[in-house]
C-alpha cells in the first residue's frame, strides 16, 4: 500500500502482500478486502427520497392525503415497508399486493377507507409517480464505477428478481456488477446467511476477504458480520447506532474516494477511524 492514508486501495485483485516488517518485527496483517457485495435500495438505488418525492406528487392530486404532514406519511409509508413488505421466498404476498396493503392503511391514516380496487388505483398512481421521479444515490455509480476496477462488485437485496433487473437496466450500472443475488431467487432473504454465500460465491472470493455495504442494520450488518463478511453501515439518515461503535460507517457514497478507501481498507483499522464523514463541499 502507498500514500498517506492507511486505507488505500489493495491495487491488484489477488492482493498478496499481507505482511510488513516494522523495524524489525514482521507484522502480519488481515487480508485486504478482495470483494465488495452492496445493498440495493437506499445504498444503490435512493428508494426512501423517490418514496418521499411519490408521496409528495400523490398529494396534489388526492386532497386527502394532505391531512397529515408530508413528513409523516412519509415516515409511515417506510415503517411499512417492513411491517407490510413481500413474503419475496415465502410466497403468499407479492411486492404489488404489499404496496396496495400499504396505501390503503396511509388512506385509512387520512380518514379515507378505500375499497379494494379503489386501494389498487392508488397503489398505481404512487407507482407512477415513483417510476418518474425515481434516481440513484449521490455518487453510487461513481462509487461502482471506482470498485469495479478493483476487485468484484455484487448487489444482494431482497426483492423480486424482475423488479430489481429493471433497476440495474434504469441506473446503467450492469456493466460494474458481477453479479446481482436476488431474495426471490435464491429462496431466502438477508439476514440469512444463505443469501451472503451465493453473494460471496458469485464473486468468487472467500467471506473473510469481503466488505458488504448496505444501509440496514438488521438486514446488511447483522446479516453480512454473521456470515464471515466484514460489515460497513451505510448510515446516510444519521440514525442512532444500534451498537457500541464496533461497525464501520458510512454516511455518503461522496467523496467517492473517501468510501472506497473505507470499503477495501484493513479490517483491524479502529472502529471510530471508520467512520467516513462526508465532505460538506462535494455533497
Ligand atoms: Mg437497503
Given at each position: 500500500m502507498t500514500g498517506r492514508s492507511r486505507f488505500r486501495l489493495p491495487r491488484r485483485r489477488n492482493g498478496q502482500a499481507l505482511g510488513t516488517v516494522l523495524r524489525g518485527v514482521a507484522r502480519?496483517?488481515?487480508p485486504p478486502c478482495r470483494a465488495v457485495l452492496l445493498d440495493m435500495d437506499d445504498t444503490i438505488f435512493d428508494h426512501s427520497l423517490t418514496c418521499r418525492a411519490a408521496i409528495a406528487a400523490l398529494r396534489r392530486t388526492e386532497p386527502y392525503l394532505r391531512a397529515r404532514p408530508l413528513e409523516a406519511l412519509w415516515q409511515e409509508y417506510l415503517g411499512l415497508l417492513d411491517a407490510v413488505g413481500p413474503r419475496v421466498g415465502v410466497g403468499?404476498?407479492?411486492v404489488a399486493e404489499?404496496?396496495?396493503e400499504r396505501w390503503r392503511r396511509i388512506a385509512a391514516s387520512c380518514g379515507r377507507e378505500l375499497p379494494g380496487p379503489a386501494a389498487v388505483e392508488l397503489s398505481r398512481r404512487y407507482r407512477d409517480h415513483y417510476q418518474r421521479l425515481r434516481r440513484a444515490v449521490p455518487g453510487a455509480r461513481q462509487l461502482l464505477e471506482h470498485l469495479h476496477r478493483h476487485v468484484p462488485v455484487v448487489?444482494?437485496?431482497n426483492n423480486e428478481v424482475a423488479e430489481q433487473e429493471e433497476k440495474v437496466r434504469f441506473l446503467g450500472i450492469g456493466p460494474l456488477l458481477d453479479g446481482l443475488v436476488v431474495s426471490?431467487?435464491?429462496g431466502v432473504g438477508k439476514?440469512?446467511?444463505r443469501i451472503f454465500e451465493v453473494a460471496v460465491s458469485a464473486a468468487n472470493v472467500p467471506a473473510s476477504e469481503t466488505t458488504m455495504l448496505g444501509d440496514s442494520w438488521t438486514s446488511d450488518v447483522l446479516g453480512a458480520r454473521?456470515?464471515?463478511i466484514r460489515p460497513v453501515w451505510f448510515n446516510r439518515f444519521r440514525?442512532?447506532?444500534p451498537d457500541g461503535g464496533s461497525v464501520a460507517e458510512l454516511r455518503s457514497l461522496r467523496p467517492v474516494r473517501r468510501a472506497v478507501d473505507l470499503l477495501l481498507g484493513p479490517r483491524e483499522t479502529a472502529p471510530n477511524r471508520l467512520v467516513a464523514r462526508e465532505d460538506a463541499s462535494e455533497l
Open positions: 502480519v496483517e488481515p403468499s404476498r407479492s404489499a404496496r396496495t448487489v444482494v437485496t426471490e431467487a435464491v439476514p440469512d446467511p454473521a456470515a464471515g440514525r442512532p447506532r
